[in-house]
């Protein structure tokens, strides 16, 4: 009997996919990563959710089309990633570091500013905090990766959702001002150091930043750090990853190798919507060369800052010896 058309579509799409990934470049991607075997699995329906639930049981969902990628987002550990990024330089002398930054709308690229939303529906805020802008902004290399992203995506009905990108120091500050009130609130009858300590497991204090030194330069000033997930390309609904942005960044869950963790140790299984989910993110990134410390949170990515440095050390058989993206101004 011959093949129905469902099957030729996706014997198509699948041999695309394989074409797209065979050409990309393997010095960017982590140690020990092989091209993706895409495969067929069965399609149980359309199940994604913009709640992000962490816990339960959702070994029933699945991923929308039925193609899978045969990936592992790597497991390390927080130890790895311990060293201060800021100890690490800046060239000053690459000349990508002289890229500008370009607004997502001009590559297509679906955004919404968490840090500026003013309908109350960015926790733990509430409220648009100080200094932040409704459009987002990236180096023009990185944004020009994170369109090829959606290219690799379009077949699983996926795209890339950013939520932060550059942000300002005055962003930063209004950041800070947030967790060190909640940190007084936590803590009552705690010293400044105490509250101090608290907020800054959650956001660098800009106090100290200078300009022209680069170990005072919080990560996200570069232009090429940013937050984002996964959302349906044709609903527009955030699929399931297994955490919140932000609100859950204290917890273990939002580790981007934690559901990798979970399968190891048997408590969830291959069809876990929030591991499929993950490593078709972590997938797409790292084939463009945009690396995760996966110990962790799961949404944020690098690409040529301080903390890609200090990620290609842990990921990538010949990480660089230093940055090329430093301190850019924010946009007029």
């Not at 060239?91 to 570091?97: I, M, V």
Request: glycine share 6%; aromatic share 10%; proline share 6%.
């Amino acid at each position: 009997m011959g093949a129905s058309l469902d099957q030729i579509v996706l014997i198509a799409t699948a041999a695309f996919l394989v074409i797209r990934t065979s050409n990309r470049s393997c010095d960017s991607l982590h140690a020990g990563w092989q091209k993706p075997t895409i495969t067929a699995v069965p399609n149980r329906g359309v199940r994604t959710s913009a709640s992000l639930v962490a816990r339960g049981t959702t070994e029933d969902l699945m991923p929308r089309t039925k193609l899978r990628i045969d990936h592992r987002v790597p497991i390390t550990s927080p130890e790895m990633f311990a060293s201060p990024y800021l100890d690490i330089p800046i060239d000053r002398n690459d000349p990508r570091g002289l890229e500008p930054l370009v607004p997502l709308e001009s590559l297509g690229i679906a955004f919404e500013s968490y840090y500026a939303k003013s309908d109350g529906k960015n926790p733990p805020f509430c409220r648009a905090i100080d200094g932040s802008r409704q459009d987002i902004w990236l180096r023009r290399s990185v944004a020009e990766k994170l369109a090829r992203v959606n290219e690799l995506l379009r077949p699983f009905d996926a795209q890339v959702f950013v939520l932060d990108g550059h942000r300002s120091v005055a962003c930063q500050k209004g950041l800070w001002d947030f967790y060190y009130e909640r940190a007084k609130e936590e803590i009552p009858g705690g010293s400044d150091q105490e509250h101090r300590a608290r907020a800054r497991q959650f956001v660098v204090d800009p106090v100290s930043f200078d300009e022209n030194d680069s170990r005072t330069w919080p990560a996200h000033t570069n232009g090429a750090a940013m937050d984002l997930t996964l959302r349906d390309s044709l609903t527009g609904e955030l699929l399931e990853m297994g955490a919140n942005f932000e609100t859950d960044t204290d917890e273990d869950f939002s580790a981007g190798d934690y559901f990798e963790r979970e399968l190891a140790a048997g408590r969830i299984d291959e069809n876990d919507v929030r591991l499929q989910n993950r490593r078709l993110l972590n997938w797409a990134m790292t084939s463009e060369g945009l690396l995760n410390e996966t110990a962790k949170v799961l949404w944020h990515y690098d690409w040529g800052n301080q903390i890609y440095v200090r990620a290609s050390r842990a990921l990538l058989p010949d990480p660089p010896k230093a940055a090329w993206y430093g301190y850019i101004a924010p946009p007029k």
